[in-house]
């Protein structure tokens, strides 16, 4: 079952937040956040795993509700550089032995 | 290390052809993905291998499709006969169990059945 996520696409002004939403039907182990820009390939983002932590690497963060099955990116502050498309993956066995079902994908474009 | 390598970057075929696709895992890594990227269904996860035996190919669309690992650094995803409906973007990915579940991505193939 593919996760959701919404917006479809976000158009921001330089150091403007945002907020990538993703939702799944099914009970989930974990949750993967990845980034796509244009002609190249999806960069690693974070793991979230089921327990409602929070992670972050710099204005990037992300949280994990397993009750709800849903999983939030924020972007703080945006810049330039994030810019891209931005997929959620998510897991229902944990231990790597799960493919990760991708959502549609979240437009970000961040001007100047 | 040099990454998940996948040949050709792009394949121009015309309908009814055969196609193989190439992917070249980072060594040392036990999980091979194939995933297919097109506007309409986004990423979509075709096949994996798990130390070069297929886990789970529910996502192979057709009988058109077979993926293949030989070893653990070579995998192939053949289509034959090619339609028109198979243009898109195929990519291999790669994980490594014991090192988290982070998926590394390849170039990626752009397809394109005339």
């Known amino acids: 079952q593919q996760p959701v996520q919404s917006p479809q696409a976000v158009i921001l002004r330089e150091g403007e937040d945002a907020v990538i939403n993703c939702s799944s039907s099914k009970a989930l182990y974990s949750v993967h956040w990845y980034r796509q820009k244009h002609g190249e390939a999806p960069v690693f983002l974070m793991i979230l795993l089921k327990g409602g932590e929070q992670k972050g690497h710099e204005k990037i963060s992300a949280s994990f509700n397993e009750k709800k099955q849903q999983s939030s990116l924020y972007l703080t502050a945006s810049q330039l550089s994030y810019s891209g498309t931005y997929f959620c993956?998510?897991?229902?066995?944990?231990?790597?032995?799960?493919?990760?079902?991708f959502g549609k994908g979240t437009h970000l474009i961040i001007q100047p | 290390d040099a990454g998940v390598i996948q040949s050709p970057r792009h394949e121009v075929t015309e309908m009814g052809q055969e196609v193989t696709l190439r992917c070249k895992p980072i060594?040392?890594?036990?999980?091979l993905f194939w995933y297919r990227q097109t506007m309409m269904r986004g990423l979509e996860l075709l096949i994996y291998f798990n130390n070069n035996v297929p886990i789970d190919d529910s996502g192979m669309p057709e009988d058109r499709f077979s993926a293949k690992m030989p070893n653990a650094s070579f995998s192939t995803l053949k289509i034959q006969p090619s339609e028109p409906r198979d243009s898109a973007v195929y990519f291999c990915?790669?994980?490594?169990?014991?090192?988290?579940?982070?998926?590394?991505f390849g170039s990626g193939t752009q397809l394109s059945v005339l």
């Open positions: 060594s040392g890594h036990d999980y």
């Open positions: 990915a790669s994980r490594y169990r014991q090192g988290g579940e982070k998926l590394f």
């Open positions: 993956g998510t897991a229902r066995a944990g231990g790597g032995a799960d493919g990760l079902t």
